[in-house]
């Protein structure tokens, strides 16, 4: 049966990181960025900085180990790293902003290059730009920045959380004011995805150290029964559903006809043949999550405009998987129309000859997710139900839970971020006491339906975009964006304008 052969699919997907959603029929430990499975010698993937580029300069902070506990092991330092661009800033005595991105989890670098909202709006706010990188990520990791140690077990990963993570950021950021002389000078927060929600957190935890918060597809509310398991896949299946109802229809009925085949005698060597994969590695369950894993991550970032945040893709991806499929070239191959659709994910370079399932890279280094999905970060996103282009399958928490303690040893905390943040009532809730937040989310990220989707109050504000993709809105701008991307823009800008000019207009007062 294919649950009990992705839970053995599931410690494979640890050591090679190639989605961590093995399967969107079993254990699912949710979509993370990740790089395609394509064998990296025919791709060429982008050059890392060497410390120093245009767009920042690479600086590290001393940073503690344990910021909630005062024993001998908690003062332990680690080098935590962070990059920074002064081009625009009007200095200390003008109390020019700073606009901070809270990191996500993988290499700072990858988040600044696909965050050009923030260099983009510097010269209009004369804003110093940082971005920290999340501890446990990148070159931030400690006990001495050795990998093999900080991720050896659980006593290490331990102090891999997203509290100790908001710690670093507010003593990065006060110490940084200091060094500075720009004590008085204002800090918003900005974020997307994993890195949203920490904005939108750090805004509530730490308030003294931000004045305000934009949070872009931040899915603070996909937690302990507030958001339904189904809501992920039912959004992909609408994208896909809206773009062309044979396109679904062709998804859909793929996943039995792919397995009846693996079964048939020169089943597997038909199906890799088909889908162009190499000759070292093929199996069925793997074939279909790295199908899956296509349709999410497309459905997840159908930009308006030609991107190269996950892999190379063109603009309005989902429409070109839609027209591959529907291609009346090939015929009723069901397969040729699955290989069209996979390729504008995995190949729309046109690089690769064939597709390694054994291989996944991990330029980004997102590996360590996994650890996070397995204490707190757990956010159902598994369901699919009768209509979805996914095998029906049920949210099972028991599942996780038992491979989380497998291979980690840990028994997950799935009340712990609703017990720490909130989550339940929040309309009520942060109504009575947040400020100066937006939360932007676009219709067709499949994350959206986890997202804050209608204001809070005046200051809390909801930004929603029909058309919109995960985090559209921080990309850099270009000449072909839609009118309603530059108008959602424009509207954080004058909102975070307020926000800074209300400070202002404070600290004249106070002095």
């Known amino acids: 049966m294919r649950i009990e052969a992705n839970l053995i699919l599931f410690f494979w997907a640890f ?95 990858w988040f600044a290059q696909n965050t050009g909202f923030m260099f983009d709006i510097a010269p ?12 446990f990520y990148g070159k931030s990791i400690p006990f001495g920045g050795d990998k093999d140690v900080a991720y050896s077990n659980a006593s290490t990963l331990g ?18 004011k200091k060094n500075l002389t720009a004590v008085d000078a204002p800090v918003v927060v900005f974020g997307g995805s994993y890195g949203g929600m920490l904005a939108s957190w750090f805004r509530l935890k730490y308030p003294h150290v931000a004045i305000g918060a934009l949070a872009s597809s931040a899915p603070i509310l996909n937690f302990e029964n507030i958001t339904s398991p189904y809501s992920f896949n039912n959004i992909i299946t609408q994208d896909f559903r809206s773009e062309s109802e044979n396109c679904y229809k062709v998804i859909k009925g793929s996943w039995k006809k792919i397995e009846d085949t693996g079964k048939q005698s020169g089943g597997l060597e038909l199906l890799r043949k088909s889908f162009r994969i190499c000759k070292n590695f093929i199996d069925v369950d793997v074939l279909e999550s790295w199908l899956e ?14 991107s190269n945040f996950l892999n190379p893709m063109p603009a309005y991806p989902v429409k070109q998987m839609c027209k591959a499929i529907d291609d009346p070239k090939s015929g009723n191959d069901t397969f040729a129309k699955l290989y069209g659709a996979a390729s504008v994910y995995y190949n729309y370079s046109g690089t690769a000859t064939c597709f390694n399932l054994a291989y996944s890279p991990d330029p980004h280094g997102l590996d360590m997710w996994s650890w996070q999905a397995c204490t707190e970060m757990i956010m159902p996103t598994s369901g699919s139900n009768k209509e979805s282009i996914f095998p029906e399958n049920q949210w099972n928490y028991s599942r996780r839970a038992a491979a989380c303690k497998a291979f980690y040893g840990v028994h997950p905390r799935p009340n712990w971020i609703t017990t720490e943040f909130g989550g339940h009532d929040i309309y009520r809730v942060l109504k009575r006491y947040g400020s ?41 701008a270009t000449k072909d964006d839609p009118k309603w991307l530059r108008d959602v823009r424009q509207m954080e800008i004058n909102i975070i304008s307020d926000w800074i000019s209300q400070y202002y207009h404070d600290l004249a007062h106070q002095s």
Not at 159 to 176: E, R
């Open 15 to 109: 050591s090679i990181f190639s989605c961590l959603c093995f399967s969107v029929s079993s254990v699912n430990f949710g979509y993370r960025f990740h790089s395609s499975a394509i064998k990296a010698e025919q791709v060429k993937l982008p050059r890392k900085s060497s410390g120093t580029n245009k767009l920042y300069k690479t600086k590290y902070f001393t940073q503690i180990l344990d910021h909630f506990n005062f024993n001998p092991k908690s003062y332990q330092k680690f080098q935590h790293r962070y990059l920074i661009n002064d081009t625009y800033w009007g200095g200390p005595k003008k109390n020019s902003p700073i606009f901070v991105y809270t990191g996500n989890e993988g290499d700072i670098e």
């Open 124 to 135: 209009h706010f004369q804003a110093l730009l940082v971005f920290i990188e999340h501890r």
């Open 159 to 176: 102090y891999l959380t997203s509290t100790q993570a908001l710690a670093d950021y507010a003593t990065l950021i006060i110490d940084l």
């Open 293 to 306: 894993t296509a349709f999410a991550y497309t459905a997840m970032t159908d930009y308006p405009t030609p």
């Open 436 to 476: 100066n937040m937006i939360f932007f989310n676009g219709l067709r990220d499949p994350w959206s339906g986890g997202g804050v989707l209608k204001n809070i109050s005046k200051t809390i504000v909801a930004i929603v975009a029909e058309q919109g993709a995960h985090h559209v809105d921080l990309r850099f």
